[in-house]
């Protein structure tokens, strides 16, 4: 068998894929994939790879700047034809609008789509690249989010915030002396998506101990490695040194590959996730401007590692555990997701009775024997999976970046609310669920460095 974190990336997207001790084939559909000094270069090889000629090109004001100068370089010395379509703004939302936009600017002329830029520039392409049937090229600007190699959107519809599971980019060019060229806070925000999968890691083995489900240990190693790297270099981002920042952009780019390879997000995303969605849900609702994903996220990290420093303490207690479950007053909790969403709390609720059942008394007793009689084993896996918290914040500290809910425009109370009413949202089990399953959740709270 082979060992993903031994491959190398072109290894890891061989088209037949790999045979795993998982017992699953493993593989993702990327026909190109560069991430280097001078990968702009491979752009004509990336096209040929894809089979397409005449690319539909789309960026905005910013990575217009950062980037297109060079790609038109690259494409008229290969003499190939484009349509380009440049939005005419720096903050593009990802809505009805943007893509309102490149389907009327679409070119049916063209074959295939090419972002430059990130995050929402590639959700927006992975999206027309579904909608119009044309493969897509992401060249990447900067190193925000684990998007690259995904096959999921980050949009907003009617307002809220959604995921659209589309299109994934069909080849990747990542070239390391643009995108360390990008803004600091972007920077930030992709060490801060990264600083994530150690508590992403941890929750995967946590929930499949307590709830069954599917795990594989060749991914998570792939992406272990992935993680030494980046935290071994991190310091060196401040310098914007290119090691550093290739090292991160492997990273991102492999927590794409390994969620494609395991079907899910779980090597990717876990409960550090949910401060950052509940919190932009309530910003959303309240039509206030919200950071970056990656910066949100590196702060949830930060508030996650605390609530696992909490857990340490903790002694499991059956008796209360149940006492819990057999007083929750669906009442109550319904009144408290209405204070704390507003307008979206109707159809999270209505999903809970019509899909979740996360609150369902007969399942809980189920896990919380497992979590009863594993809780050395939960223990070990915190201890094997999880960094000092100190050892964050000192890397974050050292580096300038967003650490608290408050320098991102967000209370304690909100932080609160995310944390109680994250397992609400959705049919995944998180660590917040392990702590509703012992009947401990509503009391504990975030802590404060
Ligand atoms: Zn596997
Ligand atoms: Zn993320």
Redesign the pocket.
């Known amino acids: 068998m082979m060992r993903f974190a031994d491959a190398s990336l072109s290894t890891l997207i061989q088209r037949d894929g790999h045979e ?5 084939t ?1 593989k993702v559909s990327i026909d190109y994939l560069s991430i280097r000094s001078g990968a702009i270069r491979e752009i004509p090889q990336a096209l040929d790879a894809m089979g397409a000629q005449k690319p539909f090109v789309v960026c905005d004001v910013n990575t217009r700047a950062a980037a297109w100068e060079q790609v038109e370089r690259v494409l008229g010395e290969a003499g190939v034809s484009y349509t380009l379509f440049c939005f005419p703004m720096t903050q593009v939302e990802p809505n009805e609008e943007a893509m309102g936009s490149l389907i009327m600017a679409f070119d049916a002329g063209c074959d295939c789509i090419m972002g430059i830029g990130s995050g929402v520039i590639n959700d927006c392409c992975k999206v027309l690249s579904h909608a119009v049937g044309r493969k897509m090229m992401i060249v990447g600007t900067a190193p925000s989010m684990d998007g690259f190699a995904s096959n999921c959107s980050a949009m907003i519809r009617e307002g809220v915030k959604c995921t659209l599971t589309n299109a994934a980019a069909d080849a990747i060019i990542c070239d390391v002396d643009i995108i360390r060229e990008a803004p600091m806070r972007m920077i930030h925000a992709g060490l801060g998506d990264m600083l994530a999968k150690y508590v992403a890691l941890c929750e995967w083995r946590l929930a499949s101990l307590i709830t069954g489900e599917y795990y ?4 998570a190693q792939l992406m272990r490695t992935a993680l030494r790297r980046i935290f071994d270099s991190a310091p060196k981002l401040a310098m914007r040194d290119p090691d550093a920042v290739q090292a991160t952009v492997e990273g991102l780019v492999l927590s794409g590959i390994a969620m494609s ?2 079907g899910l997000s779980r090597p990717a995303s876990g409960f550090e996730h949910y401060f950052s969605h509940l919190w932009e849900m309530m910003a959303l609702e309240r039509g206030q401007a919200f950071e970056l994903h990656g910066i949100q996220v590196g702060v949830g990290t930060l508030q996650a590692l605390r609530v696992y420093d909490q857990i340490r303490e903790l002694k499991p207690d059956r008796e209360k555990a149940l006492a819990f479950v057999r007083n929750f007053s669906r009442e109550k909790w319904e009144d408290e997701l209405r204070r704390i969403f507003g307008r979206t709390a109707e159809p999270v609720i209505a999903l809970e009775y019509s899909t979740f059942h996360n609150n369902d008394s007969q399942e809980h007793a189920v896990r919380l024997e497992r979590i009863v009689s594993g809780w050395d084993e939960i223990l070990r896996i915190m201890e094997e999976e999880l960094p000092e918290t100190e050892t964050i914040a000192a890397l974050m500290r050292s580096l300038n970046m967003a650490m608290e809910p408050e320098d991102i425009g967000f209370t304690w109370q909100d932080t609160r609310d995310a944390f109680h009413a994250a397992r609400d949202t959705r049919k995944k089990y998180l660590t917040s669920s392990m702590l509703w399953d012992l009947g401990v959740l509503y009391e504990m709270e975030p802590r404060r460095g």
């Open positions: 795993c001790a998982c017992g699953r493993h594989c240990e060749n991914i390879y395991a």
